[in-house]
């Protein structure tokens, strides 16, 4: 279970860091009110979760139930917002959380 974790942790920190790199070059970036309408007229994206990641930077899943595309965003506090991540074949889980003090 600890190795799970421990991968996972790396897993994250990777996509962090090459989020950095994009901010950093600029690229596949844009003002919010444009990336969410692209996302919403050419893909049919709406937003399924949202979260605060370290230095105040928006975290956004955007997904299609019809299409099944889904694209996971980064918004700095300048109002940016950056593509992170995106894929096909989204399929919507809600699970109950396991009972405290069981095993995951």
């Not at 994009?22 to 007229?41: H, I, M, P, T, Y």
């Not at 965003?73 to 950056?82: D, E, F, I, K, R």
């Amino acid at each position: 279970m600890r190795n799970g974790f421990f991968a996972l942790s790396l897993g994250i920190g990777a996509m962090l860091l090459a989020t950095n790199h994009a901010f950093a070059q600029g690229g596949n970036c844009a003002q919010r009110d444009q990336v969410l309408e692209r996302l919403q007229s050419h893909y049919g994206e709406t937003r399924r979760s949202v979260a605060l990641g370290g230095d105040n930077i928006v975290v956004e899943t955007f997904a299609s139930a019809e299409t099944g595309t889904w694209t996971i965003t980064a918004t700095l506090p300048n109002g940016m917002t950056c593509l992170v991540a995106s894929g096909q074949a989204y399929e919507p889980i809600t699970e109950p959380l396991p009972a405290k003090g069981t095993k995951a």
